[in-house]
């Protein structure tokens, strides 16, 4: 059952692990593996909207950088089963976003929410902007009419989502959210101060030049990989997808509570 209230620092890490929202997670190490080899081959697909170059076409380096942020097993032979997500890792990870987040409630800054993985993540978004817009933010109202390839670029509850069959859709593609950033500078309107965000929207946005922070899984480096390079402001470590969205409440309570929004 979800934790009442805003958890401790310590009771939030049992709390991931319980959840398997951090430490053994359902994402296997080979699935983890191919993934840091694609995007070491250049497949644009898990560059998740962002610019990579050959800078990365070591497969060992993507791995180093996902052993050090994310805390995935750094034993390049260890191949197979499972994979680990260090829950305080992800702690830490949130009290960096928290910073972001009260600079952004300090300054009453314009904030776009958008989410690849509505089936996990759309609530914690939408709690989030709730909270940014009762401090004085104003949360970025998209244009209307947006698609891409895959569907309609809409917003619920705030939050940027990808529609396709009426249904919310599961996306990687920075597409969506360069559809939204050109709109907003066809129309001569500001691009946010800030997005808050995961997969290609938060790539993306940050590869444009917006202060982008989000979150991502063990088996989608390049967010991680934009960190470290300056690009992505912070990336939050975990496991983006598991049995309950309740169980993202307990985190998303510390997170804002950590940023002064409760």
Not at 40 to 69: C, F, I, K, P, T
Not at 103 to 128: C, E, I, M, S, Y
Request: net charge negative.
């Amino acid at each position: 059952m979800p934790i009442p209230g805003t958890p401790s620092r310590a009771e939030l890490v049992d709390h991931l692990v319980r959840t398997r929202i951090a430490g053994e997670v359902a994402t296997p190490r080979e699935n983890n593996l191919s993934h840091y080899r694609q995007l070491a081959n250049g497949n644009r697909h898990y560059w998740l909207g962002l610019e990579l170059g050959d800078r990365w076409s070591d497969e060992q380096d993507v791995l180093a950088v996902m052993a050090e942020r994310v805390g995935v097993n750094d034993d390049p032979e260890y191949r197979y089963g499972q994979d680990t997500i260090d829950p305080e890792l992800t702690v830490g990870g949130l009290e960096r976003m928290a910073a972001r987040l009260r600079k952004a409630a300090d300054g009453q800054q314009a904030v776009l929410f958008a989410t690849g993985h509505p089936g996990g993540l759309l609530d914690v978004h939408r709690a989030t902007a709730a909270a940014l817009r009762s401090a004085g933010c104003e949360i970025v109202v998209i244009p209307e009419g947006l698609q891409t390839d895959e569907g309609y670029v809409m917003q619920f509850a705030d939050v940027a989502v990808l529609e396709h069959g009426a249904t919310l859709w599961h996306t990687h593609s920075g597409d969506p959210m360069k559809a939204i950033l050109t709109a907003l500078e066809r129309e001569g309107r500001p691009l946010p101060d800030l997005v808050v965000a995961d997969h290609g929207w938060a790539g993306y946005a940050a590869q444009h030049g917006v202060d982008s922070v989000g979150y991502a899984d063990c088996n989608d480096p390049a967010l991680f990989v934009g960190e470290s390079e300056g690009t992505v402001q912070v990336t939050v470590p975990l496991d983006d997808h598991v049995v309950s969205p309740r169980h993202y409440d307990p985190m998303t309570a510390y997170l804002l509570n950590e940023a002064g929004l409760r």
